[in-house]
């Protein structure tokens, strides 16, 4: 449990190392969990100084334009060349024969996809295509599918219950958000098209069992390196004509991808790529190694605080070699998938009285005893919570009060 600080109204606890990044957070603060926005990283970005620091004079940087001869025009080649050497350094993505598409974060690239994909003739279609993804599922999905109410796809919800005769795609989640499993497509039937949604494929949250080939696999800076706020993703597509669809929404939408955010990314990863080399360094210079002691430390920690009292229970899983540390691991996902013990219906209710917002099951397509936590926010609001988690366990009475 942490030890309040009563003078000051803060939280600190000797559970957890302190980040290097610290922040007062009022004891009795409102702590938000619902997202995944990976200020977690801080620490390790501020130790590497200068190291990421890009400059841009006024006069760089005016065209449309970044390479006119890429079918990805408006693609950055220092992006484009980082990419390539990161996913060859870790291991977890084949590039060669695929072309690579920037977008404005994943979310962007999938409404690209959905627009590619849809437009694309399919055998039997004659209406809308149907977007499916498999409970739990991603809970932005259908918000994303339906927003433009497009005339070429519409969300048909969980693929464990799709059973139309009828063109489809399917958004394939792996590890899964919200629950960090390893995930293959459900549906298996002609007609069918898969997208892996690869954002949390890397070695902090997951061991790196095979380097993936699969036809179009999205990726971004925010769950790989924690830079959320560039919004920079990338996608891997073999299929040329998928990839020029996706290439013309862009264009049409946005009219290519801010240069300044993908140079920031593109030297970022270069920092990464540069570290992989020192695995194990006394420097302590690789981000995946010290991503994934940050991951295992917390949830060390979370599931002693949650043994105590079997008031929750959350995913177990398998240990597997990891390719990238050539060694035996486990996953440390970016979220706990919680939930709650027989008798209390609504865990985001029960969370939401004791000041954490948490994101319910309900979103996800799936039962509201469970929740979902972010793991990756910053060491105080992590520490805050486990103390507030034992103390939701160690005074329940069994109807989701405090006595």
């Not at 981000?287 to 079997?310: A, C, P, S, Y």
Request: hydrophobic share 35%; proline share 5%; with cysteine.
């Amino acid at each position: 449990m942490a030890v309040t600080d009563h003078v000051h109204g803060t939280s600190h606890s000797p559970a957890a190392a302190n980040d290097g990044v610290t922040r007062d957070i009022p004891f009795d603060a409102v702590i938000n969990l619902d997202n995944g926005d990976p200020t977690m990283y801080e620490s390790f970005w501020k130790k590497m100084g200068d190291k990421c620091t890009v400059v841009i004079k006024g006069y760089e940087s005016l065209s449309y334009f970044s390479n006119p001869k890429n079918p990805c025009w408006f693609l950055e080649p220092k992006l484009e060349e980082s990419i390539k050497s990161l996913h060859g350094a870790v291991g977890n993505a084949v590039t060669d024969g695929y072309t690579i598409v920037v977008g404005t974060g994943s979310s962007h690239l999938l409404n690209a996809v959905l627009y590619a994909l849809a437009s694309h003739p399919q055998p039997n279609q004659l209406n809308q295509i149907n977007v499916v993804s498999a409970v739990p599922y991603y809970s932005a999905y259908p918000e994303i599918t339906d927003m433009v109410r497009s005339r070429l796809y519409k969300w048909a919800g969980d693929a464990h219950g799709f059973d139309k005769d009828e063109p489809y795609i399917e958004l394939v989640t792996s590890p899964n958000n919200p629950n960090g499993a390893i995930q293959g497509s459900v549906v298996n039937r002609d007609g069918g098209i898969l997208v892996y949604d690869l954002a949390y494929y890397w070695p902090q949250y997951t061991p790196i069992t095979s380097s993936l080939e699969f036809d179009i696999m999205l990726f971004t800076a925010s769950k790989c390196t924690g830079h959320a706020g560039s919004r920079i993703g990338w996608a891997l597509v073999k299929d040329k004509e998928v990839a020029k669809k996706m290439i013309k929404f862009m264009e049409v939408t946005t009219i290519g991808v801010s240069k300044e955010s993908q140079l920031r990314v593109a030297k970022i990863l270069q920092v990464v790529v540069d570290g992989c080399k020192h695995f194990r360094s006394p420097e302590g210079d690789n981000f995946f190694e010290t991503g994934q002691n940050m991951m295992k430390k917390r949830w060390k920690i979370l599931r002693e605080t949650v043994e105590k009292h079997q008031m929750f229970t959350i995913q177990n899983y398998p240990l597997q070699h990891c390719n990238y540390t050539r060694g035996v691991t486990q996953a440390h996902p970016a979220f706990a998938w919680m939930k709650c013990k027989e008798g209390i219906e609504d865990c985001e209710k029960l969370f939401r009285g004791h000041k954490i917002l948490a994101r319910g099951g309900r979103k996800f397509g799936s039962d509201p005893g469970f929740v979902r936590v972010s793991m990756v926010g910053r060491e105080e609001e992590f520490n805050l919570f486990i103390d507030r988690l034992s103390k939701i366990q160690s005074f329940n009475n069994g109807d989701g009060n405090l006595d």
